[in-house]
């Protein structure tokens, strides 16, 4: 089954290959049929999966070639397998397609054909870097995934696409790189490339080594998702891509480095990945509002929700380091979040910008009285990203916080005020682009929302206020997996520090607390 | 005249049956060689020749297929190893050769009539790489560096009535000379302070005396000159944009394997303490290489500029081998994988922009580029991949090249060394991804199309290439368990 959810993009993508060049509509269609068929595969998938299991489900696994090597051979395989860090982001990535597919009807007009192929290719490259179950075969995937956005990027994207797709790629592929170095330290000293087996011996290597080769990932990562000194690409990337190469890059690809810090620096290295949370807290926090600050400035409304990404991320990065039971939790569910709030706003953008070209402020205001769905549309996932109560972004922020706070009570308070912050901007994006008075002439007769538009939203407005309303369902797939990255970590926690944080039940929620959550 | 045939008679019957095995492949290339020339003096075997050329080649791929599962070991009295190791290189050598023969069809115009010179002198280049690979002592070696060179500098200078290729023959002529008097030089220098010029016996001597160490790296500078590395590497550039562009693919791919597959062997002779300087020496070569094609405006020449950079990336994997890798055959085996995946890479890369020029002289110009994808799909398609396989990407046979060689840095402890060496080649995917930029992301330039010369033979040679850059990125396995 994940082999199919990994493989079959890849067939659509060479079918596609194969139709003439004028058949546009046999190629959309092409496209929507694979995607929908994934996102069924992968919402049977994220129903059948046990979340009270800790290791890997539905494996898969052939043996692929042996990487020779002087103490013995290594074996390596192509191995799929779903577990608690992933099931989410490959229901998500799942789900996404299709509507990503639906949405490019208007704004890609030209080279369509291209376009799905490197649409289809892109997916299995991220559903193949989520699942891979193989250090090798992960990399694979982890650098395959670049090349179709590369494209997308580059061929269809506004302006200085030119610019952005280069800068985009080699930022992300400096830090790749160094992770090969990683990669291949590691299956040496290893011996083994098998990603579950590393995770049990990874932590017996002599300290020394565990914090470079932590080093190496960590890195890699921390440029994809960006963390804070190298999201200067990001803002360009975003601002130049197509409407659904931003949903794609927010909505799923960030996350590749969201859980790579999960699955190889924290899982893989408990203890170094503890030692410096400190640091991997402050970079989140730091970001949280230093993104939250670069929104505001901004005067584009598409790089505004790109700068938003950098502060929200920095919310992930900051739960996940605080290495605790809420803050890994609140991190998993951010991330799905995340990609459904912020690519909802990039559909809206990318439906604005269809209409008038333009994403400056200056050229909007009082919109709301023209295209009231669109406001009503536009209201609802700004407040999701803010995280309004009963609404997703809250579930996620407030775990976030909670455990972040039982790690640091400083980070997670500098981490509130982006929380305030991050309504300012959205708060005053919205006033901007949709109250007040009409004041430029073209944007009165502007067209409200048509049905397609409405109808591929519906499915992300949908997720949101499940996920508002009843997180336990989802936060239950990823308990297994995550209590037992937590019992390990408090394995390693020095004893009077151990006290100090977490003890389940006497420091953490209070059990009425964590049923309202649920 | 008369009295040496006994001689030479009984000479024959010296060799054993290890010795013809050893040296079939190396006969068959010399039959090639003479019936090739037969049938320009006979004419009416000349449809033949062609024929001659690839059955040759074909049949000493044959012979080093069968050394490579059988291999017979030192040879002709101790001066020709065959072994696994230079069968190996042997097979790298017939496919680039091969492949330069492809990509040549119908490549030459005014030159037409010469083609048989260019095809014999081709073949001769072939022999001399595999006596390079094969070579047990100093002497048989310089053999096969004449054999090799000398018709290369013909072959280089081709198209005589191109001043630019002409141009690039005497450069290629004037330093290989030089070179070729270092290599002497630095054997004389060996032979005078160890009294031997056998490499097993040099093992068992060991060069102590500071004259046989400068005899030692004036017999690498030399071969430093024929892989193209720093500070040797200037005539690179413009020998390969002036030369025709089917002897290019032959000098980028097989000379550059010959050099290295010599330079691996002789490794030893080096001292330890000399691993820091070709550290540094791989790193500046990296550098220039990548910095150098960076600028370029001529796809042509940004590929010999790529070439230098990937000298270097191998020469890392002789520092490896002199640290000391934990796993002896490590070394060699990152060697041959990036070297297969870099002759197959660079071929049809080459080869690609032999066939761009058939479309005009002007079209190897980055600029002429524009629009490719949508004029050629195909074939910018090929050159695309070619261009990730050469920045190491993976499901191309460059990245396990790549990775074979930092395995083999990290497990000798040089950490700064690699992680340097894989910054710089962040900079090599900056021309990389330009030139599949230009092609699939920037618009057509106005005006006409010009006309498409369809070419069998290059295509037949690029679907071989992609096929093995594909093989050998996404089945390394069947390789590594074959071969290595």
Wanted: glycine letters at 10%; a neutral charge; charged letters at 10%.
């Amino acid at each position: 089954m994940l082999a199919a959810l990994t493989f079959l993009p890849v067939l659509g993508a060479l079918l596609i290959a194969f139709t003439p060049r004028g058949a546009v509509a046999l190629q959309r269609l092409l496209a929507l049929f694979f995607t929908l068929v994934v996102a069924g595969l992968g919402i049977t998938l994220y129903l059948g999966f046990d979340g009270s299991v800790a290791g890997a489900q539905q494996v898969f696994d052939r043996a692929w070639f042996t990487l020779p090597t002087g103490a013995g051979d290594i074996p390596v395989h192509l191995k799929l397998g779903v577990d608690g860090v992933s099931i989410l982001l490959v229901a998500l990535t799942a789900v996404l397609m299709p509507i990503v597919v639906v949405s490019t009807k208007v704004h890609i007009d030209k080279r369509v054909k291209e376009f799905m192929i490197w649409l289809l290719l892109m997916e299995a490259g991220m559903l193949g870097v989520f699942l891979s179950l193989d250090l090798i075969l992960f990399y694979f995937f982890w650098e395959l995934s670049l090349i179709p956005l590369y494209f997308i990027l580059g061929i269809w994207g506004g302006e200085r696409r030119l610019y952005a797709t280069t800068k985009f790629f080699l930022y992300t592929v400096a830090g790749s790189l160094l992770m090969m170095l990683g990669v291949i330290w590691l299956t040496w000293s290893a011996q083994t490339a098998d990603i579950p087996t590393l995770i049990e011996v990874a932590g017996t290597l002599p300290a020394a080594q565990q914090v470079w080769m932590f080093g190496a990932f960590a890195l890699g990562f921390a440029i994809k998702v960006p963390m804070l000194p190298f999201h200067t690409w990001l803002a360009d990337a975003h601002t130049e891509a197509p409407t659904s190469g931003s949903v794609l890059l927010a909505g799923v690809l960030l996350k590749m480095g969201t859980y790579g810090l999960l699955r190889f620096g924290i899982q893989m290295f408990p203890g170094v990945a503890l030692e410096h949370s400190g640091l991997f807290m402050g970079i989140g926090a730091i970001g949280i509002v230093y993104g939250a600050f670069l929104a505001m400035a901004q005067t584009d409304i598409k790089r505004l929700v790109a700068c938003s990404s950098v502060s929200h991320l920095g919310f992930v990065v900051m739960g996940l380091f605080a290495m605790t039971t809420e803050g890994l939790r609140g991190s998993v569910l951010q991330m799905v979040n995340h990609g459904l709030s912020t690519g909802l706003l990039f559909l809206l953008v990318g439906m604005i910008y269809e209409r008038r070209h333009t994403r400056d402020f200056d050229q909007y205001g009082g919109i709301a009285s023209v295209m009231p769905v669109f406001a009503l549309f536009f209201v609802f996932s700004m407040l999701s990203s803010v995280g309004l109560p009963s609404l997703n972004g809250f579930v996620g922020e407030y775990l976030i916080l909670l455990g972040t706070f039982q790690a640091s009570p400083l980070w997670a308070c500098i981490g509130v005020t982006g929380v305030i912050f991050g309504a300012v901007y959205l708060l005053m994006a919205t006033r901007k682009l949709l109250f007040g008075p009409v004041t430029v002439e073209a944007n009165r007769g502007l067209k409200d929302l048509d049905a397609r538009e409405i109808g591929l939203m519906i499915p992300l407005v949908l997720l949101c206020v499940w996920i508002g309303l009843k997180p336990g369902s989802f936060i239950d797939k990823t308990s297994g997996s995550l209590d037992h990255l937590v019992e390990r970590i408090d394995a390693l926690r020095p004893v009077e520090a151990g006290a100090a944080t977490t003890t389940p039940g006497e420091f953490a929620l209070p059990a009425a607390e964590v049923g309202e959550i649920r | 005249m008369m009295a040496l045939l006994p001689t030479a008679l009984q000479d024959m019957q010296a060799l054993g049956s290890a010795d013809w095995i050893g040296g079939a492949p190396l006969l068959c290339i010399t039959v090639g060689i003479l019936l090739g020339l037969l049938a320009e003096i006979v004419p009416a075997f000349q449809p033949a020749r062609g024929a001659a050329f690839v059955v040759s080649l074909l049949a000493a791929l044959v012979f080093e297929m069968r050394l490579i599962a059988e291999p017979v070991g030192v040879v002709f009295q101790g001066t020709f190893a065959a072994d696994r190791t230079s069968a190996l290189w042997g097979v790298l050598f017939v496919f680039s050769a091969l492949l330069a023969w492809l990509y040549g069809q119908r490549y030459y115009k005014t030159e037409k009539p010469f083609v048989a010179e260019h095809d014999l002198l081709m073949l001769c280049s072939v022999l001399g790489m595999m006596v390079m690979a094969g070579a047990e002592d100093l002497l048989t070696f310089f053999v096969g560096l004449e054999l090799l060179s000398v018709p290369l500098y013909a072959l280089a200078s081709f198209q005589r009535i191109k001043n630019r290729s002409v141009e690039a023959g005497l450069r290629y002529f004037l330093l290989g000379a030089f070179a070729a008097g270092l290599f002497l030089y630095g054997a004389s220098l060996i032979y005078t302070s160890t009294g031997t010029i056998t490499l097993e016996g040099l093992r068992e001597v060991g060069l102590t005396s500071k004259l046989g160490v400068l005899g030692a790296a004036l017999v690498a500078s030399a071969l430093f000159f024929k892989v193209s590395v720093f500070p040797f590497h200037f005539w690179v550039p413009d020998v390969y944009q002036g030369a025709p562009t089917p002897v290019t693919t032959f000098m980028a791919t097989g000379t550059k394997a010959a050099g290295f597959a010599f330079l691996l062997k002789i490794a030893f002779l080096l001292p330890e303490s000399a691993a820091i300087t070709l550290a540094v020496i791989s790193l500046v070569t990296m550098a220039i290489g990548n910095l150098g094609a960076l600028v370029q405006t001529d796809l042509k020449r940004l590929l010999g500029y790529s070439s230098v950079a990937h000298a270097g990336t191998l020469l890392l994997v002789v520092t490896a081998a002199l640290v000391g890798d934990p796993d002896p055959e490590g070394p060699l085996r990152a060697a041959l994988y990036y070297m297969a995946a870099y002759v197959f890479t660079a071929a049809g890369a080459f080869g690609l922009v032999a066939v761009l020029e058939g479309d005009g002289e002007h079209f190897t110009k980055l600029e002429s580029l524009r629009g490719l994808g949508q004029r050629r799909p195909i074939l910018a398609s090929a050159l695309s991949v070619f261009m990730l396989s050469l920045g190491g990407f993976p499901a191309t046979g460059g990245f396990f090249g790549k990775y074979y060689v930092f395995s083999s840095t990290l497990r000798a402890d040089l950490l700064f060394v690699s992680v340097i060496g894989v910054l710089l080649s962040v900079i090599a995917l900056g021309y990389y991804l330009n030139v599949v930029l230009t092609m699939w992301m920037k618009p057509e330039p106005e005006g006409q199309a010009p006309p498409v010369a369809y070419r069998p033979s290059a295509s037949f040679a690029t679907g071989v290439c992609l096929f093995l850059v594909f093989a050998l990125g996404l089945a390394p396995g069947w390789f590594l368990e074959r071969f290595f």
